[in-house]
């Protein structure tokens, strides 16, 4: 039985973390508003660049010249994962449920016998991924100087990736990231960005309108469009990701730490129930031994 | 027919002009072409330069756009760059920083052997296209630091 001393000081060390706790949430859910913001401003930029994408592949997807960056290598050996994770942690599964989806999917390539790689972006990744896979690390993006994600950052890691690319160190590129659905829910995500896969979404828009390439002039040509878009469409993808991934950071922030607040509310509420009883049975003893003493004489 | 189109200019982080336009003169790869409404629908790449977007009235507003491309429909000019300004927040010092940048990139391109020669000769133009950009606005090219 703890002592009324000891149970008033857990009270209070209870109450701090409940502020500490709710203190976080706010910022997570000031700074969710703003990630949500960007990730929404940047959104046109993708979409028609995908859609200028999704024109021109229906007709050089089938073409022997089709870019690498497209048809890939031909060959699916060597793996490189990128996988996109947070500096911070207290966000809930946000890393872990990354990092899973990135060990599943490496150690199901190694079993296959493939090679794989790994680049990591975010320092938390690396610190799980560091015990199994640390002989596979390429290259570590430390994101703790980044206040705002913009797309240099996304232009550098897309650039180091390209150049990987042409020296033929991968065949096929992932990027894991979760992809922001709502506050509470993100979803990890494995999307291939290398080759170029399609998304179904885009593939039927270019069906719709019977193949847009018909329907535009190119100039200079389509391949040599397509070979100038490719690469800043990798960057694109990796922009996109990393804003949701920011988004899906601070959401995942802001309901972890939502559920801290209340348990330690609920604590508090117990431990101050443990507290009055112990309290109110002090006092009854007491009580008791004066009536006992006072009928004793 | 409609005697203005939608004009967007596009940055991967933001929108940023969204008007509606008599012409847009641009900066192709290939030459400068203008646009007006009922222009044959075309996807062009552009080359580091002015951007002149003339409004309804008559009145011409400048944007310097660090390459990209546009997409020119008959009723609309969508124009995808890496960063766009218009030409009066061209500072010298946004100025250097863009130039900066590319020479940054031409010189990543010529420490590596193993790139074709077309790589180089794209690094090249396009810090030629820089220089040439900040000539034409009355900036100084020099001023830039080379990084090291």
Same mark, same amino acid.
């Given at each position: 039985m703890p002592s009324l001393k000891d149970l008033k000081n857990r009270i209070g060390s209870v109450k701090n973390t409940r502020k500490i706790t709710k203190a976080m949430q706010m910022v997570a859910a000031a700074k969710l508003r703003r990630a949500q913001e960007a990730a929404e401003a940047a959104r046109p930029y993708a979409t028609r660049m995908n859609a200028v994408i999704a024109g021109l592949t229906g007709a050089? #997807?089938? &073409?022997? &010249?089709?870019p690498r960056l497209l048809?890939?290598?031909? &060959? *699916?050996q060597r793996h490189l994962l990128v996988v996109l994770t947070s500096e911070?942690?207290? #966000?809930?599964?946000f890393n872990s449920s990354i990092v899973k989806i990135a060990r599943y999917q490496a150690d199901k390539l190694r079993a296959e016998g493939k090679d794989v790689a790994i680049i990591t972006v975010g320092r938390k990744g690396r610190e799980q991924m560091k015990r199994d896979y640390s002989d596979r690390f390429v290259k570590h993006v430390d994101?703790? *100087?980044?206040k705002a994600i913009d797309y240099a950052i996304a232009r550098d890691i897309a650039d180091d990736i390209l150049d990987r690319f042409e020296a033929g160190d991968f065949d096929v590129a992932t990027l894991f990231y979760n992809r922001f659905q709502s506050v509470i829910a993100q979803i990890p995500t494995a999307r291939q960005i290398i080759p170029a896969v399609l998304d179904e979404a885009e593939t039927e828009i270019e069906t719709e309108t019977g193949g847009a390439s018909n329907l535009y002039d190119y100039e200079p040509g389509e391949e040599a469009i397509l070979a100038e878009l490719l690469p800043r469409s990798i960057a694109t993808q990796i922009f996109a990701a990393l804003l949701e991934n920011a988004a899906s950071e601070q959401g995942a922030r802001m309901t972890a730490m939502d559920n801290a607040t209340r348990n330690a509310g609920d604590m508090i509420d117990r431990l101050t129930t443990q507290y009055n009883r112990s309290r109110q049975a002090a006092i009854t003893t007491e009580l008791i031994e004066i009536i006992a003493g006072a009928e004793a004489l | 027919m409609a005697d203005t189109m939608q004009f967007d200019l596009v940055s991967p982080e933001r929108s940023l002009v969204s008007v509606p336009v008599r012409e847009v003169r641009l900066p192709g790869t290939e030459g400068d072409l203008t646009a007006m409404p009922?222009?044959?629908p075309s996807i062009v790449t552009l080359r580091p330069g002015l951007v002149t977007v003339v409004d309804a009235s008559g009145t011409a507003t400048e944007f310097a756009v660090t390459g990209g491309f546009a997409e020119i429909a008959g009723d609309s000019v969508s124009l995808l760059a890496e960063r766009g300004h218009p030409r009066a927040e061209i500072t010298q010092e946004v100025y250097n920083e863009m130039l900066a940048d590319a020479h940054r990139r031409k010189r990543a391109v010529d420490e590596r052997?193993?790139?074709?020669h077309d790589a180089i000769t794209a690094a090249a133009k396009l810090l030629a296209d820089m220089q040439a950009l900040g000539t034409h606005i009355g900036l100084?090219?020099?001023?830039a630091t080379v990084p090291d």
């Open positions: 050089a #997807a089938g &073409s022997d &010249s089709a048809a890939g290598t031909g &060959s *699916e911070r942690g207290l #966000a809930g599964g994101m703790g *100087e980044v | 009922g222009h044959a052997e193993d790139v074709g100084d090219p020099d001023q």
